[in-house]
C-alpha cells in the first residue's frame, strides 16, 4: 500500500483525511524512523504551529484501529512510551539496543518462514506478527566492555568491615 491507497481506503470507509491527520500520516510514512507520540507531536508542530496534543493523540489512534500504524513499545526500552511506524513497509522484526535504543530492522525470508510454520504447526492463521529482540549494540558492546574493565581495575576495598561493624554494634550493646 502505498500512501496514495491509505488515503484512498480512509476515504471509502468514510474517514475524512483532514489536513492535521496528513501531516502526521505524511510524518510516520517519511522519517521511516519508530518515533513516539511526543516527538511527531513536535515534529508536527513545526509543519502546523495551530497542531495541539489532543488532536495527535486522537489521530495516532485512529490511524491505530484502522491498520494504517503499528504500535510497538520496543521492549519498553522508553518505560510506558509507544513507538508508531507505517504498515507501509514489509514485515521486519526489531532489534533494539537496551543500552542506547538503537533500533535496527530486520526484513528477511525467516520471518515469512515463521509465520508459515506456526501456520502449519498450530493450523493458525496468522494476521500479524511482531518480533522483537533485545541486547547491545555493536558501539554498546564495545562502551560495556571498557566499563566493565573500568570496573575490575578499582582498587578492592580491604576485607572485613561489614563484620567488624557488626562486632563493633554488639561491643556497644555489652557496654
Ligand atoms: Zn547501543
Ligand atoms: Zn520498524
Redesign the pocket.
Known sequence: MTLDAIQRSLKERGVRLTRQRQILLGLIDKTGAHLDAERLYELAKEKDPKINRVTVYRTLKMLKTGGLVDELDLMHYGGDQHYYETRLKQEHAHAI?L??G?VEEFFGEPLQRLRKQIESHFGFQVLLARTEVGG??A??QTLRARELEEVRLLPIEPPGPPARRRGGALRARRT
Do not use: K, Q, T, V
Open positions: 539496543c543500552r542506547c538503537r547491545y549494540c558501539h554498546c
